[in-house]
Structures are given as C-alpha cells and as structure tokens.
C-alpha cells in the first residue's frame, strides 16, 4: 500500500476580529484511505495574547496514512472558535485546504468564512463578542453539499506548516515532483 506521513504544526490564526481564540482541525478522507497512527483530529489550547491580530497555536500533528488508490485524498478540516470572559465559545471560522500532492516542507494557507446573518439583532450580538451562527453538521464546510444555502461572510485564515513524507506511491503508477 502507498503511504502518506503528515508531520508538523497548526501554527496561526490571522486576521480575525476576536481577541481570544481556539482551532479545532481534522484530516477528513475518502474510504480507499486509511489512518494507522496518529490522531486525525485535536484542538489548539486558547491563544489570549493576541499582537496585530494573530494568534499562536504551535498544536503538533502527525499521522500515518495508507492508501490503495487516489481517490478522496485528505483534506485538512480547521474550526475556529472565539472565547468570551464568561468562557462561552462561538465559531468564527470554517475552512478546508486539500494536503499538498508533493513530498517536502509545506507552508498551507487556509481561508475562513463565518456563517452571517443578514438581521441587524444578530451582526449586533456578534460585534459585542456574545456569540455568532454554527452548523448543525460540521461536514457541510468540507463537502458543499447545502453550503450554497448558506449566509456567509469571510473571516481570517489559519496558517500550518507541514513535511509531507510519500512512500510506495511509485509502486502504484503515481510520479511526485
């Protein structure tokens, strides 16, 4: 089987509106893929020291796939989420990036969007830091399906650096540059 190695970190949330906040991430595959080790989701801690608008995470990740075909590579999965002084939490952010189809040292940009509303009520809430819209099902923010029923707005981007190992792909017919 051709195997695939995700190794590195969730480093940074940037550009978002909320001082305080978390990520949530997953790797999300189709059923030819398989996780042998590692964890194929986790949570950052709370980042509260925020400077020009970034916040740091430094959360580790590092999973071990195989794979029988090409189809459903994986696709890096991030919530983000703001925290208020009365430690409720709120989405700010869903976003999805597919992993880089070459072997090496990846910097992976992944841009957001919040779900909006178009009530004045609501974006009012919401500027005071009080809580915002979620999904009832996560998938919909790496799917599609349903997403174009959706009110949205864009929100910051979440920055990880990965080194991405291959391994019996060329076994299988698959060139990498």
Not at 18 to 38: D, H, M, T
Not at 87 to 102: E, I, L, T
Not at 109 to 119: E, G, H, L
Not at 123 to 129: A, D, G, I, L, W
Request: with cysteine; charged share 20%.
């Amino acid at each position: 089987m051709a195997e695939l190695h995700i190794v590195g970190e969730l480093k940074t949330a940037v550009d978002f509106e909320e001082p305080n906040l978390f990520c949530r991430w997953s790797v999300q595959y189709g059923s030819n893929w398989k996780a042998i080790e590692g964890h194929t989701e986790g949570q950052s801690c709370c980042s509260t020291s925020r400077i020009e608008q970034r916040s740091d995470f430094c959360t580790p990740i590092d999973l071990h796939l195989v794979t029988r075909g090409l189809q459903g590579w994986p696709k890096l999965h991030v919530e983000v989420y703001a925290v208020n002084a009365l430690q409720h939490y709120w989405p700010v952010g869903y976003g999805f990036a597919f992993v880089p189809a070459r072997p090496g040292q990846h910097r992976v940009r992944i841009a957001t969007w919040k779900v909006s509303s178009a009530r004045a009520a609501d974006t009012v809430r919401e500027k005071f830091h009080t809580g915002g819209f979620s999904l009832a099902k996560s998938d919909i923010a790496f799917t599609g399906i349903e997403r174009y029923k959706l009110l949205t707005k864009t929100a910051g981007s979440v920055e990880l650096d990965l080194m991405l190992i291959f391994k019996n792909f060329a076994e299988y017919g698959v060139e990498l540059h």
